[in-house]
């Protein structure tokens, strides 16, 4: 008999079996569904938040740290902060290091529709300089960026995502028509598509990492000049009362700009942190800095990483969960050594017939099997019931919280290999049933 023959004879006596033990067999197929259906929805939870945001392109960027801040609550061998102030991402972007560079950070502007039926709303937003598009590899539309030229031009443009583009503009190619912000007329000169890498890696403070996508980005230079209103964390150490734009001078004791620099090579990412080293000491000596910590430059999975953007409560769920498994097909390890006993005549008699230990052990594995993959599919459906109570929750990873193909295969890989594993010993105890003694008890 071929390889198939016996497979598909063995799955027919799997599902003899499953007629004649209905009660049993649903226990089983109940306990490995509870257990999948637990552990898939933390697990796809997990998958989600701790992707890779930028795949095939975030080891190229990185994330340079600084710590310009006074004496005052210094702690030896602390960590840079998250943020430059603006004085240091200027100096940055000035000397341009690496292959591209970008300073940025987030803001909440009130867009005017010139529309009768379309009220005012505000508007979460970005202003960052001319490298933000192609270094995050942002597609676009419409249009195109704004360029480094724009940027010293302080041109009054503006990129738009795609929903705003929507609600402004019906979706039409609005390259050419103007916007209002803050009471300024802004050009739109490129409209992106829907874009919004998750986590959000270039700037946490956005519900840590999982907010909602941006949708306007204006010149940051052009955003500083209409007083266009940044928002995020923000960390002083002087009185910057007297300067004409305040925390967020130029001059200004304040961290809270994000920077990002996209570093090709090895032997680049060794010259920046060369640089960013004698950017600090010279710093030092011209007693700017007066804090002995080091210069620190990670990239985007370190980042993430170092932040720990999957809370500690996914984590412990995912672990009750697969702990909740291992308690269900310690179940139904029980269950199958009761099932397979109790048809130790009809073993016996198999066995007599010149039947090998193989052959049993392999037609026990093929009915665990075979429960571990209806237990997959139900536990399909209840993953997919726990995955939408998470998305009812008021979190900013919520609407993430769904199956793709990756984690709809590993569903289905889990569910047959628990199945298999909770089978070899039941299937173990079955081969070893002495036909002998069979024959004489019948």
């Known amino acids: ?6 497979f598909a004879y063995y799955l027919q006596l799997a599902l003899r079996s499953f007629k004649r033990n209905k009660v049993l067999t649903a226990l089983m197929v109940l306990a490995i569904a509870l257990g999948i259906g637990a552990a898939m929805t933390t697990l796809t939870v997990f998958y989600v938040l701790s992707g890779d945001p930028l795949p095939g ?18 702690i030896p061998g602390a960590e840079p902060p998250d943020a430059l102030s603006r004085l240091d991402a200027q100096a940055l972007l000035r000397d341009a290091r690496g292959d591209r560079q970008a300073l940025m950070t987030g803001g909440n502007v009130a867009i005017e529709p010139r529309r009768d039926n379309l009220p005012a709303f505000r508007q979460n937003s970005r202003f960052a300089s001319a ?28 990129v738009i995502g795609k929903k705003l583009n929507e609600r402004l503009f019906g979706g039409a190619n609005s390259v050419g028509k103007t916007i209002w912000a803050d009471n300024y007329e802004l050009r739109v000169i490129g409209v992106i598509d829907d874009w919004h890498p998750q986590p959000n890696f270039y700037d946490l403070t956005m519900e840590r990492g999982f907010g909602e996508s941006e949708q306007l980005f204006v010149p940051f230079n052009s955003s500083r000049d209409m007083r266009m209103a940044p928002q995020g964390s923000i960390s002083c150490w002087g009185d910057s009362s007297e300067l004409p734009e305040k925390n967020r001078d130029s001059n200004a004791k304040c961290i809270w700009m994000q920077y990002w620099v996209q570093l090709n090579t090895p032997e680049k990412t060794a010259a920046y942190r060369r640089y960013l080293d004698n950017y600090v000491a010279q710093q ?9 910590t080091a210069a620190k430059l990670d990239n985007v999975m370190e980042w993430l990483a170092y932040k720990r953007v999957v809370p500690a409560d996914v984590r412990l769920q995912m672990w009750l969960a697969f702990g909740f498994l291992a308690v269900c097909l310690l179940n139904t390890v029980g269950l199958l050594l009761a099932k397979f006993l109790r048809r130790s005549g009809e073993i016996g008699v198999r066995r007599a017939l010149g039947a090998p230990k193989r052959a049993i052990f392999a037609q026990c594995l093929v009915e665990a ?20 109570a998470v998305r009812q929750q008021s979190v900013g990873y919520a609407g993430l919280a769904k199956l793709d193909p990756t984690m709809l295969a590993t569903t289905f890989v889990l569910a047959v290999a628990a199945s298999v594993l909770a089978g070899l010993l039941p299937a173990w105890r079955a081969c070893q049933v002495t036909p002998a003694i069979q024959l004489k008890s019948q």
């Open 284 to 292: 030092r000596a011209a007693g700017i800095y007066v804090r002995p």
């Open 131 to 158: 490298d933000f598009f192609p270094m995050f590899q942002v597609p676009f539309v419409y249009g195109a960026p704004w360029t480094a030229k724009d940027d010293a031009s302080r041109a009054r443009v503006a």
């Open 1 to 6: 008999m071929s390889g198939n023959s016996q």
């Open 369 to 388: 099997g075979s429960i571990g993959l209806a237990g997959g599919l139900l536990g399909l459906l209840l993953a997919q019931f726990g995955l939408w």
């Open 57 to 74: 392109h975030s080891q190229n960027l990185y994330q340079p740290r600084l710590d310009p801040q006074s004496m005052t609550g210094y």
